[in-house]
């Protein structure tokens, strides 16, 4: 019913950048809170950056001034810009939405090396 589509992940330099795209269908996505996460190798899945229906952001602190979450209602997509990319960047990238429910995209992955 609900579906998240992530595209963009690949492999980088570091200094690099990567789009990360999510298309969403199956939900009110003008009124969904929109998200992305990502979980490296052996550690937990963690929040990277949030975006509210009314264009309010927050990101974590290991993003801030290299990240850039946005939203384009009309197409029903969330994005994640993502400049200067480190190796510690390194992670699956997972969409998320919150309406009542909270629904997961399949993760794309993103390496950055040195």
């Known amino acids: 019913q609900v579906q998240l589509v992530e595209s963009g992940g690949g492999s980088v330099q570091a200094g690099g950048s990567l789009r990360l795209s999510c298309a969403a269908s199956g939900i009110p996505f003008r009124i969904a809170a929109m998200g992305w996460y990502r979980q490296a190798p052996g550690k937990d899945r963690e929040s990277v950056a949030r975006i509210n229906s009314g264009g309010f952001t927050n990101y974590a602190d290991s993003v801030k001034g290299r990240f850039t979450i946005s939203r384009d209602n009309a197409e029903a997509t969330v994005y994640l810009q993502m400049n200067s990319l480190k190796p510690e960047d390194t992670a699956v990238y997972y969409c998320?939405?919150?309406?009542?429910?909270?629904?997961w995209g399949q993760g794309t992955q993103v390496t950055v090396s040195s």
């Open positions: 998320h939405a919150i309406y009542y429910n909270d629904y």
